[in-house]
């Protein structure tokens, strides 16, 4: 109860809690209060402890005060704790109310103990009565109180932090960025580059529909987009005509999930002018980038026989030192016989579509000749706007009786196969040029590969013979003799 409140004692008594303890030694007010406190003890008027100390808090070991009796009270408390003790002792000598203040107590070896106390007078002999409720586990819960709104503090600043970061970033990047609600498909947010992009201010692309802000043709793709992303949380890229017509860009997109909610995180990289507008996926890349590390060579060419791509085994092959010396160059340059296989290669790629282990041959850069086989396609089918070509070395066998009159017999029948779609001049020449090589190559075995010999047998001089070994690529045999 108050310690103002008012008991059942007769009429004429003080029924105040202080003049009840009046007529109470301080012991017995002690012992009597002791009940409903934690601790309590008699003081006397000079602040020694009278008496026993009653210890009833569960979580207070009464050892630890048994020296107290006898002591004064402000011996066995901590410093800043003597004055709150000599203002309470006089506020109560005075018949002042009573005010609760905290006194702490050391102990050895341990940490304080906090007491809240309240002294009443007691007694005739102005002696006092000090109850007192332990703060050891207000304290406690105080300091996870503390703790507690610490963590939050440090937790908020780094949201804070975080989402500065995250707004610097998106102001000071390069790409167009942009953020759509799965639920709504509308932007939520966009970033500076996105507005310079779109020709829209910020705040006009916050709200606005992102299928609306791109060409009317162009609407079901981003819709297909967004349902892969949806479905699969994955797509490809994309390129798409901003609303208006005036430019492309490549849309990547990514799907994440914040507070609860699906977002979509959007990039758009602004294609140059006059780009194609085709974008490879992801797996259609893998591709690309596997035919480019293949041993065999590979061409890409368009329409006109101009090589658009080449890869390295190709490069090496034609003896090029880089891919930009062959982009832009016809493929006639290196591959088949002047005027001949490379009208017959595309003239059956734009019939059937596709060839399969042509026969011809690689000329290099430096006057190396290799026979190999092509096998091609047109891409797409139907209307083709580039062609490709494998192309793949043949082994060279050594040669055996009667290897002439095949290879003479092969490349007669398929010289009567190009009769109606080569010119007639074209098919003479390449006929000429097929039996000079092919007496060369008789001359050369009957000579042991005396190349003087051989030339006075074909009534050459020595320099033209050299020539037309060149230009035949027919290979010097070590056992042979120059012949001076």
């Known amino acids: 109860m ?5 008991s059942n004692a007769p009429r004429g008594q003080d029924a105040t809690l202080p003049g009840l303890l009046a007529g109470l030694e301080a012991e017995d007010a002690a012992v009597l209060l002791s009940a409903a406190a934690d601790i309590a003890f008699a003081v006397q008027p000079d602040g020694v402890i009278a008496g026993r100390v009653m210890v009833t808090g569960p979580d207070l070991g009464p050892d630890s005060f048994a020296v107290w009796p006898g002591k004064p009270w402000s011996e066995v408390s901590t410093i800043e704790s003597r004055p709150k003790i000599e203002q309470m002792l006089q506020e109560a000598a005075l018949g002042l109310p009573p005010r609760w203040r905290q006194i702490n107590h050391p102990l050895p070896g341990a940490p304080d103990i906090p007491v809240r106390y309240c002294v009443l007078k007691a007694g005739t002999k102005g002696h006092f009565v000090a109850v007192g409720r332990e703060l ?12 507690a709104e610490q963590s939050i503090e440090l937790e908020y600043a780094r949201l ?32 500076a ?16 529909q992102f299928a609306g802000l791109f060409d009317g043709g162009d609407a079901e793709r981003v819709d297909q987009l967004l349902m892969a992303l949806k479905a699969t949380g994955r797509a490809d890229d994309v390129a798409l005509t901003l609303e208006g017509g005036q430019r492309q860009a490549v849309l990547s997109a990514t799907i994440f999930r914040q507070e609860s909610a699906t977002l979509y995180l959007m990039r758009l990289l602004p294609m140059a002018a006059g780009a194609s507008g085709i974008v490879m996926s992801r797996g259609q890349a893998a591709v690309v980038n596997a035919v480019r590390d293949l041993p065999e060579a590979f061409v890409i060419t368009d329409l006109e026989r101009r090589i658009v791509s080449a890869n390295p085994a190709f490069l090496d092959s034609a003896q090029l030192g880089s891919e930009e010396q062959a982009r832009g160059e016809p493929l006639e340059r290196w591959l088949g016989r002047v005027g001949v296989d490379v009208p017959v290669l595309f003239n059956s790629l734009a019939e059937k579509g596709a060839v399969r282990q042509f026969q011809t041959v690689l000329r290099g850069q430096f006057g190396a000749v290799e026979d190999v086989e092509i096998s091609g396609a047109a891409s797409p089918p139907g209307e ?18 009667g290897d002439g009159n095949r290879s003479l017999l092969r490349s007669v029948d398929e010289m009567t196969k190009l009769v109606g779609k080569v010119p007639l001049k074209d098919l003479v020449r390449e006929a000429t040029d097929i039996i000079e090589r092919l007496c060369i190559e008789a001359a050369l075995q009957l000579n ?7 030339a006075d047998m074909l009534g050459l001089s020595r320099q033209s013979l050299y020539v037309k070994l060149n230009r ?4 010097e045999r070590p056992d042979g003799a120059d012949g001076g």
Not at 2 to 6: D, E, K, N
Not at 384 to 401: K, L, M, Q, V
């Open 136 to 147: 050891r586990n207000l304290a406690a819960m105080q300091q996870k109180l503390l703790a």
């Open 2 to 6: 108050s310690l103002r409140s008012v």
């Open 384 to 401: 083709p706007s580039c062609y490709g070509f494998s192309i793949r070395r043949t082994s060279r066998r050594a040669s055996e009786p």
């Open 472 to 475: 035949y690529g027919i290979e």
């Open 448 to 454: 042991d590969n005396n190349r003087a010999s051989t």
């Open 160 to 191: 804070r932090h975080a989402e500065t970061r995250y707004r610097l970033l998106m102001q000071v990047a390069t790409e167009a960025i942009l953020v759509v609600d799965q639920r709504t498909g509308r932007v939520t947010e966009a970033n």
């Open 193 to 208: 580059a996105a507005a310079t992009l779109m020709g829209k201010a910020a705040k006009r692309l916050a709200g606005a």
